[in-house]
C-alpha cells in the first residue's frame, strides 16, 4: 500500500478534524479551492463553512486571528501558502502565540499548528526558497517540526494538532506528490508520531548522517552510493528541529565516531551549527575521530536558472565527498574490505 | 434611580439611531463606577511613586485621565464577554478580575504577581483577559481571534479590542476589520483615543483623524469617554450590535495626564495648560462625582468617606504586595510550554535546567482557563497508553474469562472488575471528544477512575513518565 505525503496530510487533518471539534483549518484558499496546493482537498466539502475558512492574503491578520482564537481555547490549524510569506505573521507567531504561555506564567496557552510548504521549491527564485527552520527553532516557546516522509507527515501532524502548545509546521512542496509505502499502523486513525523523537532510517556504523525534510532523502541516496564503496552510513531522520533529539544523535555518533550534517536551509546558524554546538559540548565530542562536517545549502538567495539552483543546494556526490573527507583513511579501509 | 440626559457624547457612522440619550443611574452602580475609577487613579498613583523609587522597571504606562473608559465599558460587559488591549492595561486588567495586590506585585516583579513575575506590567492575564500587549496592534487581530472563537463556540460573548490612536494606523488592524466584517465576528474595536501615540498628536500621524469612520464598511460610533455614563451607555449599544450585526468601531475620545510612560514627562510635545485644562474641565472622575452630587445621590459626606476608604484599601493592598516575597529562582525554567518535551532547558552554560509548570497554581489558586481547554482528549502518548491499557486489560478479561470456564465461579468477581476497566479504556483510546476526560498524563490510564477524577491537571507537568509502550518524554 503506498500513500502520498499529500494523502498523509489531508487524512491527518480529516481525522483530526473529526476528532476534535475545536479543530479547524484556515488559511488562503484552503477551503473552495482546495488547497493551493491541494493539502486540504475535500475537507471543505466535508465539514463546511465554519471548520474550513478561506482568509483573505492577509498574513499577519489571520495568523493574529488565529493565534487569539487559541488563546480562547479552540485548536486553530493556521494554514500558509508558503512559509516565505509566513515572515509577514512572524511577529503573531513569535511575540504571540509562543511566548504568551511562559508571560502569563502558564495562565494562557496556545494550542496552534503553524503549517505549509517551508524550504525551496523548484524555479520559484529567491523569495519563494528559504528554509526557516533554524529560525523557528531559535525560539523558546514554539516546538517545530520538519516531516519526511507520509509516515512522518501523517504522525506528526496529527501530534502537532493534538498538542497543548504552539507547533510550526515545515512540510516540503517537493516532497508532496512522493509516495511511500505504509501499513495498517500508520493509517490508523489514532497513529502518532512522537514529537521530539528523531528516526533512524538506515543503520550504519561507519559514520553518521543527520537530516531532516527532503535532505533526509539526498541522504538516503548518499547512503546508498556510500554502501557501493563499502561504508555503512546512518541515516537519522532528526523529524524534530526543536525539541532536537540530541540523544539519538549522540548514540549514533558513539557507535560511529563520525557525523555530517545535512540542511537545504542556509549554513550560518543553522541546524547543522546547531548540532555541532551540542556535540562540542557533551561527552560525545569525545567519541568523535574526525570533525563534524556540515553540508547546506550554498550561502546565497537562492537562484532561478535551473543549474544554478541545483548546485545551490546540497546534492548525492556533496554528501559523499564529505563522508569520505570525514572518513580520511578509514574511507580507504574500508574500501578495501569491501573488496 | 436617577434619570439624566446625556448631551454631546456621541457621534455615529452609518448607524441610523445611537445610543439612547436618556439613562438611569442607581446609587449603588454609581458608586461602584466611582470606586472603580478613583481605586485606579490611586493605584497609578503609587506604580508612578514605585516606580521612580526604582521598585518598578523597564516599562509603566499609567491610565490617568481614562479611568472612564474602561470603567464604563466594564458596567456593560457580562460575565462571558472577553477584553484584550495593548500596554496601557492596568485598569482592565483590574477590573477584569485580577485583585490591586497580584498587580502591584506582578509591577514589581514578585511571586504574588498574577503572571507570577514574569510579564511585568503590560503581560498580566486572567479568565476571559487576554492580556495587555506589549506590540503595538498586535492585540487587535488576536481580539478578532477571540471573537472568532465566541462565534464558533455559539456562547453568546463578544471580544472587545483596545487600542490607541498610534496603533490605529497599523496594518493589521485593517487586516482584522476585513476579516471581523466578512466574518460577521462579535467584535467590538474600541479606539482610546487619548489625543496622542507616545508623542505624536493624532493630526500628526493619521491623515484622517476620525477614528470612528475608519472602519469604513464597518459603522462606527463617537464616545466622549470621559464620560462614564456616555461610555457605559454605548457599550450596551455597541454590544447589542456586534451580537446581532457583527463587529463596530467605537471612538473613545479620552486624555492622558501623565507621560506616555515614565520616562516621558509629557510636556515637550504639549504644554502645561493643555493638561491643565483638560483635567480642570474634562476629568473623568471629577465630573461624574458632581453628576453624582448633582443628582443626590451620595452627599458629599459620604464622598469624602468614601475617598478616604478607597485611600486606605488600595494603600494597604499595595503595601502587603510590596513586601511579598521575590520569585523563587527556579521558576526562570517554568512554564515554557503547558507540555514540555525538551530534556533539559538549556542554562546560561549547558543544558542544566529541569522545566516544570508552575500553571495548576497560577495567581495563587487553581487556574482558571477551563482544564479541558488543555488536553481533554486522550493526546499523543496518553492515547497510545490508554490504548495498550486497554489491550492489557481485554486480554486480562479473556484470560480470566477462560479460568472461569474452567474452574467454576471461584474468579467471577474478579474478572468483572477487569471487564469494567476496559471498558472505559476502550472509549479513551477512541475518537470521542465529550467523554474523553481521561487524564492528560496517561498516569490512571484513562480507567474507571479517571472518569470520575478531576480532569483539572493541565497537560502532563511534574509526575512519572508513562511506562515504556510509547516513547514518551521525560518531563
Not at chain 1, 126 to 144: D, E, I, T
Not at chain 1, 263 to 289: K, S, Y
Request: hydrophobic share 40%.
Amino acid at each position: 500500500k503506498q500513500m502520498t505525503v499529500r494523502d498523509a496530510l489531508n487524512s491527518a487533518l480529516d481525522e483530526e478534524l473529526a476528532r476534535d471539534d475545536r479543530v479547524f483549518l484556515l488559511g488562503e484558499e484552503v477551503a473552495q479551492y482546495d488547497g493551493a496546493y491541494k493539502v486540504s482537498r475535500g475537507l471543505w466539502k466535508k465539514y463546511g463553512d465554519k471548520r474550513i475558512i478561506d482568509t483573505p492574503i492577509t498574513e499577519m491578520g489571520f495568523a493574529g486571528i488565529a493565534t487569539g482564537a487559541a488563546m480562547a481555547g479552540l485548536r486553530p490549524v493556521c494554514e500558509f501558502m508558503t512559509f516565505n510569506f509566513a515572515m509577514q505573521a512572524i511577529d503573531h507567531i513569535i511575540n504571540s502565540a509562543a511566548k504568551t504561555f511562559y508571560m502569563s506564567a502558564g495562565a494562557v496557552n496556545v494550542p496552534i499548528v503553524f503549517r505549509g510548504p517551508n524550504g525551496a521549491a523548484s524555479g520559484v527564485a529567491a523569495q519563494h526558497s528559504q528554509c526557516f527552520a533554524a529560525w523557528y527553532a531559535h525560539c523558546p516557546g514554539l516546538k517545530v517540526i520538519s516531516p519526511y516522509d507520509t509516515e512522518d507527515a501523517r504522525g506528526l501532524l496529527k501530534a502537532a494538532i493534538r498538542d497543548p502548545d504552539p507547533v510550526v509546521f515545515l512540510e516540503n512542496e517537493l516532497m508532496y506528490g512522493t509516495a511511500f509505502p505504509v501499513d495498517d499502523t500508520i493509517t490508523d486513525k489514532d497513529f502518532v508520531v512522537p514529537i521530539g523523537k528523531a528516526k533512524i532510517m538506515r543503520p550504519g556504523k561507519d559514520i553518521t548522517i543527520v537530516a531532516h525534510s527532503k535532505a533526509v532523502e539526498t541522504s538516503l541516496l548518499a547512503a546508498a552510493e556510500l554502501a557501493k564503496k563499502g561504508i555503512e552510513a546512518e541515516v537519522i531522520n532528526l523529524r524534530s528541529i526543536r525539541p532536537l533529539d540530541t540523544a539519538t544523535i549522540f548514540a549514533s555518533v558513539k557507535k560511529t565516531h563520525h557525523l555530517i550534517t545535512v540542511e537545504n536551509g542556509w549554513p550560518q546558524h543553522g541546524v547543522g551549527a546547531e548540532i555541532c554546538a551540542r556535540i562540542m559540548e557533551d561527552q560525545t565530542f569525545f567519541e568523535l575521530d574526525a570533525p563534524v562536517w556540515r553540508c547546506a545549502g550554498v550561502d546565497v538567495p537562492m537562484p532561478y536558472a535551473k543549474t544554478l539552483e541545483a548546485h545551490a543546494l546540497p546534492r548525492v556526490p556533496d554528501l559523499v565527498e564529505a563522508a569520505l573527507k570525514v572518513l580520511g583513511g578509514k574511507a580507504g579501509k574500508a574500501a578495501a574490505a569491501a573488496k | 434611580y436617577s434619570c439624566l440626559t446625556l448631551e454631546n457624547t456621541f457621534k455615529c457612522y452609518e448607524l441610523e439611531n445611537g445610543p439612547p440619550m436618556d439613562v438611569e443611574l442607581s446609587r449603588e452602580d454609581a458608586i461602584t463606577m466611582y470606586t472603580q475609577m478613583v481605586e485606579m487613579r490611586r493605584f497609578e498613583g503609587i506604580a508612578d511613586a514605585e516606580y521612580k523609587k526604582r521598585t518598578i522597571r523597564g516599562f509603566c504606562h499609567l491610565y490617568n485621565g481614562q479611568e472612564a473608559v474602561a470603567t464604563g465599558m466594564m458596567q456593560r460587559l457580562r460575565k462571558c464577554d472577553s477584553v484584550i488591549t495593548a500596554y496601557r492595561c492596568h485598569a482592565w486588567t483590574y477590573l477584569m478580575g485580577v485583585p490591586l495586590l497580584d498587580m502591584m506585585a506582578e509591577l514589581v516583579g514578585l511571586k504574588a504577581g498574577c503572571s507570577r513575575g514574569k510579564g511585568g506590567s503590560m503581560h498580566m492575564y486572567c479568565d476571559k483577559f487576554y492580556g495587555g500587549n506589549g506590540i503595538v496592534g498586535a492585540q487587535v487581530p488576536l481580539g478578532a481571534g477571540v471573537a472568532l472563537a465566541h462565534q464558533y463556540r455559539r456562547d453568546g460573548g463578544v471580544c472587545v479590542a483596545l487600542y490607541g490612536d498610534g496603533a490605529a494606523n497599523q496594518g493589521q488592524i485593517f487586516e482584522a476589520y476585513n476579516m471581523a466584517k466578512l466574518w460577521c465576528l462579535p467584535c467590538i474595536f474600541v479606539c482610546e483615543n487619548n489625543h496622542y501615540g507616545m508623542g505624536t498628536r493624532v493630526d500628526r500621524a493619521s491623515a484622517m483623524t476620525e477614528f470612528y469612520k475608519r472602519g469604513q464598511y464597518m459603522p462606527g460610533l463617537w464616545v466622549d469617554g470621559n464620560q462614564v455614563l456616555a461610555v457605559r451607555s454605548a457599550t450596551q449599544f455597541a454590544v447589542d450590535y456586534a451580537l446581532e450585526h457583527g463587529p463596530i468601531v467605537m471612538e473613545m475620545s479620552t486624555y492622558r495626564y501623565v507621560g506616555h510612560s515614565m520616562s516621558d514627562p509629557g510636556i515637550s510635545y504639549r504644554s502645561r495648560d493643555e493638561v491643565v485644562k483638560v483635567r480642570e474641565t474634562r476629568d473623568p472622575i471629577t465630573s461624574f462625582r458632581n453628576q453624582m452630587l448633582q443628582l443626590c445621590l451620595i452627599t458629599e459626606e459620604e464622598l469624602k468617606k468614601l475617598d478616604v476608604e478607597i485611600r486606605k484599601h488600595v494603600d494597604a493592598e499595595c503595601k502587603k504586595a510590596l513586601i511579598g516575597k521575590e520569585v523563587p529562582l527556579e521558576e526562570l525554567y517554568a512554564d515554557v510550554y503547558s507540555k514540555n518535551l525538551e530534556p533539559k532547558i538549556r542554562a546560561v552554560s549547558g543544558y542544566k535546567f529541569e522545566h516544570f509548570g508552575v500553571a495548576d497554581v497560577c495567581f495563587g489558586k487553581p487556574r482558571k482557563t477551563h482544564p479541558n481547554d488543555m488536553c481533554d482528549v486522550p493526546v499523543g502518548d496518553a492515547a497510545l497508553l490508554a490504548k495498550a491499557n486497554a489491550a492489557k486489560a481485554k486480554a486480562e478479561a479473556k484470560k480470566k474469562k477462560q479460568k472461569e470456564a474452567e474452574g467454576g465461579k471461584k474468579d467471577g468477581k474478579k474478572g468483572d472488575k477487569s471487564a469494567k476497566k476496559g471498558d472505559p479504556k476502550d472509549k479513551a483510546g477512541g475518537a470521542t471528544k465529550a467523554e474523553g476526560k481521561s487524564d492528560p498524563k496517561g498516569k490512571a490510564g484513562g480507567g474507571a477512575k479517571a472518569e470520575k477524577k478531576k480532569p483539572a491537571k493541565p497537560a502532563d507537568k511534574k509526575g512519572p513518565p508513562p511506562p515504556p509502550p510509547p516513547p514518551a518524554p521525560k518531563k
